[in-house]
Antibody, heavy 117, light 110 residues
Framework: QVILKESGPGILQPSQTLSLTCSFSGFSLSTAGMGVSWIRQPSGKGLEWLAYIYWDDDKRYNPALKSRLTISKDTSSNQIFLKITSVDTEDTATYYC?????????WGQGTLVTVSA | IVLTQSPASLAVSLGQRATISCRASQSVSTSSYSYMHWYQQKPGQPPKLLIKFASNLESGVPARFSGSGSGTDFTLNVHPVEEEDTATYYCQHSWEIPYTFGGGTKLEIK
């Protein structure tokens, strides 16, 4: 059974760095072909893909935010991390992690991040 | 790649057909595959994959959902619609980076 769960700070101030963790089970990032993406959704709005990382450490970023994003993994602990630097109010959203595959078949429940002074 | 969904919202009578369109700004198809996927999202929940590669029903998804299309034009059909199909539907491509999603179509069941 594939399960993903996001965690984050809940609230942070503008200009700070957002650190998110995706903890997963039911698969391993040491398995060839496995990858995980981060996707976000402001309340009441659409979905935005942010980044992915694969088993072989292949990383790709959304060019619109590339300079602010860093994705990484800890294979032994089944965790994926995303850092977003210099956040502002436009980064307020629910952040999801999802397993890459033929479409995103597995998603976490999301973690709400609010950027507020 | 910009994905334009239409309509933005629609209301369909119970048992009738709902048709949602997704147009891509460039082709997302090869001769073998179309890299277009469809999701359903209900309030407070993550998106749920319905259709992968334009027309392949995801395991466990009811057969009243179907997808078609290739190149730049894709369609999601729901027939016959049920009350539980009230949700927002999104298309998403995986042709290139960045993956993008359509703006969403809100389906209401009358």
């Amino acid at each position: 059974q594939v399960i993903l769960k996001e965690s984050g700070p809940g609230i942070l101030q503008p200009s700070q760095t957002l650190s998110l963790t995706c903890s997963f089970s039911g698969f391993s990032l040491s398995t060839a072909g496995m990858g995980v993406s981060w996707i976000r959704q402001p309340s009441g709005k659409g979905l935005e893909w942010l980044a992915y990382i694969y088993w072989d450490d292949d990383k790709r970023y959304n060019p619109a935010l590339k300079s602010r994003l860093t994705i990484s993994k800890d294979t032994s602990s089944n965790q994926i991390f995303l850092k977003i630097t210099s956040v502002d109010t436009e980064d307020t959203a629910t952040y999801y992690c999802a397993r890459n595959g033929d479409g995103f078949a597995y998603w976490g429940q999301g973690t709400l991040v609010t950027v507020s002074a | 790649i910009v994905l334009t969904q239409s309509p933005a919202s629609l209301a369909v009578s119970l048992g009738q057909r709902a048709t949602i369109s997704c147009r891509a700004s460039q082709s997302v198809s090869t001769s073998s595959y179309s890299y277009m996927h469809w999701y359903q999202q209900k309030p407070g929940q993550p998106p749920k994959l319905l259709i992968k590669f334009a027309s392949n029903l995801e395991s466990g998804v009811p057969a009243r959902f179907s997808g078609s299309g290739s190149g730049t034009d894709f369609t999601l059909n729901v027939h016959p619609v049920e009350e539980e199909d009230t949700a927002t539907y999104y298309c998403q491509h995986s042709w290139e980076i960045p993956y993008t999603f359509g703006g969403g179509t809100k389906l209401e069941i009358k």
